[in-house]
Nanobody
Framework: QVQLVESGGGLVQPGGSLRLSCASS????????MAWYRQAPGKQRELVAG???????NYADSAKGRFTISRDNAKNTVYLQMNSLNPEDTAVYYC???????????????WGQGTQVTVSS
């Protein structure tokens, strides 16, 4: 199996920063795109940022200029550096990875269990 485990969430004051991490483990041959999504109460899950294995990135408009996604391919880990946080960023943040488990299998999407980020004074 494949497991994605997020860490780094918590309570932070407006204007503060947090760094989320997501480590992938298990039977992994290759990982293509890795991404962060978030879901606020009463809202649909939305893409925050994504990064390909080659390092190309994309961001939601709400994240541009404040968040930075990066990855360590050797560790199968993706990070999300979040700066200038505001209460609208409060949500459960989920890690997503497109994983190939062996050389002949298709890529399949896996999700982490989520980590809560709360921005409040």
């Amino acid at each position: 199996q494949v497991q994605l485990v997020e860490s780094g969430g918590g309570l932070v004051q407006p204007g503060g920063s947090l760094r989320l991490s997501c480590a992938s483990s298990g039977r992994i041959f290759s990982i293509n795109t890795m991404a962060w999504y978030r879901q606020a109460p009463g809202k649909q899950r939305e893409l925050v940022a994504g990064i390909t294995s080659a390092g190309s990135t994309n961001y939601a408009d709400s994240a541009k200029g404040r968040f930075t996604i990066s990855r360590d391919n050797a560790k199968n880990t993706v990070y999300l550096q979040m700066n200038s946080l505001n209460p609208e960023d409060t949500a459960v943040y989920y890690c997503n990875a497109d994983v190939q488990r062996n050389s002949v299998s298709y890529y399949r999407a896996y999700w982490g269990q989520g980590t809560q980020v709360t921005v409040s004074s």
